[in-house]
């Protein structure tokens, strides 16, 4: 069973998704957020379903020194919304602080010098989800 990742935000939603082990997270694509929460949770349960997921690694954007930010409200509404979609669907929340800048680093250091729009929203999702597999993993 493969789990997806996602990295919310207002504009763009990055997508990854695990192996058929769990060990490791690949990205995939980018959801377009500015159609609306309603296309976006359609364009999330089609992937969901494409990849025959159970579970949803979700990262939440918490304030550098741990408090809970309006931008941890928006991603808990959504992810509600998600839920009343699809109530098997296990989420769970993974810690996302610095994965946007370290994503940044990554397209640097592979050469690409400019932001391209979702590129980093897709490297995001991927650390989120690596991080979860990471920790499942450690036993």
Known sequence: ??????????????VAVSDENGKLAFD???VDATLGRKHAV???IKIIEKYSADTLVVGLPTNMNGTRGDRVVKTEKFTKALKEV???????FEDERLTTKYADRLMLESGKHQKQKGV??????????????DKINQS
């Open 28 to 30: 995939i694509c980018v």
């Open 42 to 44: 359609t364009e999330l």
């Open 1 to 14: 069973m493969r789990i997806i990742g996602i990295d919310y935000g207002d504009s763009r939603i990055g």
């Open 120 to 133: 980093s929203d897709k490297l995001a999702a991927m650390i989120i989800l690596q991080g979860y597999l």
């Open 86 to 92: 699809a109530p098997d669907l296990t989420i769970v």
